[in-house]
């Protein structure tokens, strides 16, 4: 996850957030296409301050927030009792032992107003009277029915009065729980765009398919031949066509190579 943003990231994100066409943004800006896509792109850093005013005048954000002096878009300098943040808390976010960034997202996601509703009846324990005595009715009904019915007769009715009765704590900590995932999924699905690139899949799926081929080979022939075939795959040979000379010379290759070398004295 991503804890700066460069202005050009910032003003694509802040385009994409309005959806807009670069063609759109240049004619309700009045900034020539050409200068808006120099502007966003990162191989030119080189950017009008009048051009970033007015850019920021129309996305309603302050230009401190696009140069970076700044992570808010709009407040700054805000007193710490609006806030009504504990000193606790205010030294815990001054410290940054939290992703403060973080912090920021769930708190303005627009699920967590459901999860904090939900932590507050939990903690302020806001239900309990009404659920204390929906259970008492319950408990009730279940013990004038024993007294009327044979158990046994009736034992579907007893199963669905018992099942009525509603833990509190248990309820309510999985409605937290449930929230909260919900929360983190949101987060999670806007953060796509911070994952690895393709290039960088690539790469990662390169080694997995390099790790499986070695202990596919290691388990057929031992380790020194699974490694000597991988090395033979990754520089384009197939080994199953070489020589028993062309592959004494390989092998030879790889026991001179600083990588199997290091591998030998890790054991």
Same mark, same amino acid.
């Given at each position: 996850?991503?804890?700066?943003?460069?202005?050009?990231?910032?003003?694509?994100? =802040?385009? &994409?957030?309005?959806? $807009?066409?670069?063609?759109?943004?240049?004619?309700?800006?009045?900034?020539?296409?050409?200068?808006?896509?120099?502007?966003?792109?990162?191989?030119?850093?080189?950017?009008?301050? !009048?051009?970033?005013?007015?850019?920021?005048?129309?996305?309603? %954000?302050?230009? &401190?927030?696009?140069?970076?002096?700044?992570?808010?878009? =709009?407040?700054?300098?805000?007193?710490?009792?609006?806030?009504? =943040?504990? &000193?606790?808390?205010?030294?815990?976010?001054?410290?940054?032992?939290?992703?403060?960034?973080?912090?920021?997202?769930?708190?303005?996601?627009?699920?967590?107003? !459901?999860?904090?509703?939900?932590?507050?009846?939990?903690?302020?324990?806001? /239900?309990?009277?009404? /659920?204390? *005595?929906?259970?008492? %009715?319950?408990?009730?009904?279940?013990?004038?029915?024993?007294?009327?019915?044979?158990?046994?007769?009736?034992? !579907?009715?007893?199963?669905?009065?018992?099942?009525?009765?509603? &833990?509190?704590?248990?309820?309510?900590?999985?409605?937290?729980?449930?929230?909260?995932?919900?929360?983190?999924?949101?987060?999670?699905?806007?953060?796509?765009?911070?994952?690895?690139?393709?290039?960088? /899949?690539?790469?990662?799926?390169?080694?997995?398919?390099?790790?499986?081929?070695? /202990?596919?080979?290691?388990?057929?022939?031992?380790?020194?031949? *699974?490694?000597?075939?991988?090395?033979?795959?990754?520089?384009?040979?197939?080994?199953?066509?070489?020589?028993?000379?062309?592959?004494?010379?390989?092998?030879?290759? $790889? !026991?001179?190579?600083?990588?199997?070398?290091?591998?030998?004295?890790?054991?």
């Amino acid at each position: 996850m991503k804890c700066k943003l460069t202005l050009q990231e910032k003003l694509r994100d =802040l385009r &994409d957030e309005c959806k $807009l066409k670069l063609a759109d943004l240049a004619e309700v800006t009045g900034i020539p296409i050409s200068t808006l896509q120099r502007i966003e792109s990162d191989e030119d850093i080189r950017v009008g301050y !009048q051009d970033v005013v007015t850019l920021a005048n129309y996305y309603k %954000v302050s230009t &401190d927030y696009l140069f970076g002096l700044t992570d808010n878009r =709009l407040h700054r300098n805000v007193a710490i009792d609006e806030l009504g =943040l504990t &000193d606790a808390a205010v030294e815990v976010l001054k410290d940054k032992k939290l992703n403060n960034r973080l912090v920021s997202e769930l708190l303005s996601s627009l699920d967590a107003p !459901q999860l904090f509703s939900a932590m507050e009846v939990y903690i302020d324990r806001k /239900m309990l009277p009404q /659920m204390n *005595a929906l259970n008492a %009715v319950y408990k009730f009904a279940e013990e004038k029915l024993r007294e009327h019915v044979d158990a046994g007769d009736d034992e !579907q009715n007893l199963k669905i009065l018992q099942e009525a009765i509603v &833990d509190e704590d248990e309820y309510l900590r999985f409605r937290i729980t449930e929230r909260f995932g919900v929360l983190v999924k949101a987060m999670f699905e806007a953060h796509k765009k911070d994952a690895l690139s393709g290039e960088q /899949m690539d790469i990662v799926k390169e080694i997995g398919d390099g790790y499986r081929f070695y /202990m596919e080979n290691k388990e057929k022939a031992g380790a020194q031949r *699974a490694k000597l075939a991988l090395l033979a795959k990754q520089i384009g040979l197939n080994i199953t066509k070489l020589t028993d000379d062309e592959i004494a010379v390989l092998m030879k290759a $790889l !026991q001179d190579s600083d990588l199997y070398k290091r591998s030998k004295r890790r054991k």
